[in-house]
C-alpha cells in the first residue's frame, strides 16, 4: 500500500490531494489547500509553506511525494517565486526519506486526466470540471483541484 501526497505549490495557495493506492486501485482520500498571507515577504511566504507541508506530513504519513514542477511561462519572475517552493518541497521530501516524483504541470494533468490528447495550457476550472465527476467530490476552491 502506498500513501500519496501531491502538492501543487505556489507562493499564496499550495493544493494538496492525499491518495492511497492499494495494488492496481487508487483512492482519493483527502484533498484542500493551505493559504500564506500575501502581506508576507517571500522568506516568511516559503517558511510558512515549509512549516504546513511538513505538519501534513506528519498528520498524513505518506509513504510518496508527488510535487507540480514549477515552469517557464510568459513571466520569469513567477518561475523564479516558484522555484522557491519547489526547492523547499524538494528539501523536505529528502529530510523525511519521502520518494519524490517531480513533474511539469502538464505531466501532471496527463496522469491525472489519462489524457494526452488536451494540447497546451488547461484551465484550473476545466480540471475541476474533470475530476468532480471522476472522484465524485464537489471543490469549493479552484485550488484544490
Known amino acids: 500500500m502506498k ?6 505549490p505556489a507562493t499564496y495557495t499550495t493544493g494538496y490531494a492525499i491518495f492511497k493506492v492499494v495494488k492496481e486501485e487508487t483512492k482519493l482520500i483527502k ?3 493551505f493559504e500564506i498571507p500575501k502581506d508576507m515577504k517571500y522568506p516568511e511566504r516559503m517558511y510558512l509553506l515549509r512549516e504546513k507541508t511538513l505538519l501534513l506530513i506528519d498528520k498524513v504519513k505518506p509513504t510518496h511525494l508527488v510535487i507540480e514542477a514549477p515552469f517557464l511561462g510568459p513571466n520569469p519572475q513567477t518561475f523564479k517565486l516558484l522555484s522557491g517552493g519547489y526547492g523547499i518541497l524538494c528539501g523536505i521530501s529528502h529530510e523525511r526519506g519521502l520518494p519524490l516524483i517531480a513533474m511539469p504541470p502538464t ?3 496527463i496522469h491525472l486526466l489519462g ?3 488536451m494540447k497546451g495550457a488547461i484551465s484550473k476550472k476545466k480540471i475541476k470540471d ?5 472522484f465524485n467530490v464537489k471543490f469549493t476552491k479552484l485550488d484544490e483541484s
Not at 500513501?3 to 501543487?8: P, Q
Not at 474533470?130 to 471522476?134: G, H, K, N, Q, S
Open 107 to 109: 505531466e501532471a494533468k
Open 3 to 8: 500513501i500519496i501526497l501531491a502538492l501543487d
Open 130 to 134: 474533470l475530476l468532480e465527476p471522476f
Open 31 to 33: 484533498y484542500g489547500y
Open 115 to 117: 489524457t494526452s490528447r
